[in-house]
């Protein structure tokens, strides 16, 4: 049920899907975990021969479970689009590499609501073994598609 709620909620898709399932949902937070393959596809070019998962795509998992739980609430969540339009004091704190399992954890501060589109503020952390590799703050528009 949980992995559905992915789905329902984000456009994306492989290979730019970068959450593997929802550990925990709650109104105001949201568990969520990837699973870090060597067959990721940007790993090839992200470094040869010591693979690093990239930064921005740590974000871009926070982003997409951060959406899923904004949008949990909605009952049209398939009419928005979730959007990342800021990041703010993210720390980058250990590496990840292949076969690390990364527990991401984002917490809802605000949401605001202008018109039909809504702005939520959000802090995120991303654990490995219970050790923060990366957090900080972002914020999000939730914008209705347009032809919905």
């Given at each position: 049920m949980a992995e559905e709620l992915i789905f329902k909620s984000l456009p994306h898709k492989y290979p730019f899907l970068f959450i593997d399932k929802i550990v925990e949902i709650g109104e105001d937070y949201i568990i969520a975990q990837k699973n870090v393959s060597i067959n990721e596809w940007f790993f090839e070019?992200?470094?040869?021969?010591n693979p690093v998962f990239p930064?921005?795509?740590?974000?871009?998992?926070?982003?997409?479970?951060?959406?899923?739980l904004f949008l949990s609430s909605f009952q049209e969540k398939e009419n928005y689009l979730t959007l990342l339009l800021g990041v703010e004091n993210f720390k980058f704190k250990k590496m990840v590499k292949p076969g690390d399992v990364l527990i991401i954890k984002v917490k809802k501060i605000k949401l605001k609501k202008i018109g039909n589109d809504y702005f939520p503020f959000a802090?995120?952390?991303?654990?490995?073994?219970?050790?923060?590799?990366?957090?900080?703050?972002?914020?999000?528009?939730?914008?209705?598609?347009?032809?919905?």
């Open positions: 070019g992200h470094f040869p021969g930064g921005v795509i740590l974000i871009e998992s926070v982003a997409q479970a951060a959406g899923v802090y995120a952390q991303i654990l490995r073994d219970q050790e923060i590799v990366a957090e900080g703050n972002l914020n999000f528009a939730l914008k209705r598609y347009e032809n919905a």
